[in-house]
């Protein structure tokens, strides 16, 4: 005679893996979709950033409207995205391939960028707002806080340089 409880703990225990698998897999299918709409949400805020207020600022400084060459702006959003400069001698955007640009877009991992050199500018391609500008020069990374950042805006010697506002 066979011990039908131990054959029913069996296929009990089956069931159980076998739901909590789907479970996982529907978690994981949720959060995937969560992201992918937050991260849509990012990319219309960026875009709005870049045309509302950087590339305004950019183009009053660089024509000399503003006084002393120098300008001073909020970026409120999209929160915890980076400020990004590509020129010469950078890998660039495709947006951007012939000029200098800046750009705004979520900045990728360490482990993204050691596995693909190139994973940034594929960000910033994929999911970022660009604005070429040959007189753009190069600036350190400035990333937009959860109370967004002020930037400044300077024409230095015909070239534009951006940099985190002194706070005051």
Known sequence: MKNKKGFLLGEETIKIVVAVICIGFLVLLLVSIYFSLSGEEGVKQAAASMENLVKPAINQVNSGEVELSSKEITIPNPQLWHLFSFTE????????????????????????????????????????????????????????????????????????????????
């Open 89 to 168: 001698g950078d890998k660039k955007p495709s947006s951007c391939l012939k000029t200098n640009c800046v750009c705004i877009c979520m900045k990728t991992s360490d482990i993204s960028n050691f596995f693909n050199k190139n994973a940034q500018i594929d960000q910033c391609d994929d999911k970022g707002s660009c604005y070429s500008l040959n007189t753009i020069k190069h600036f350190e990374t400035i990333q937009i806080g959860t109370t967004g950042i002020s930037i400044l805006i300077k024409n230095v010697n015909g070239g534009i340089e951006i940099s985190p506002a002194e706070k005051k």
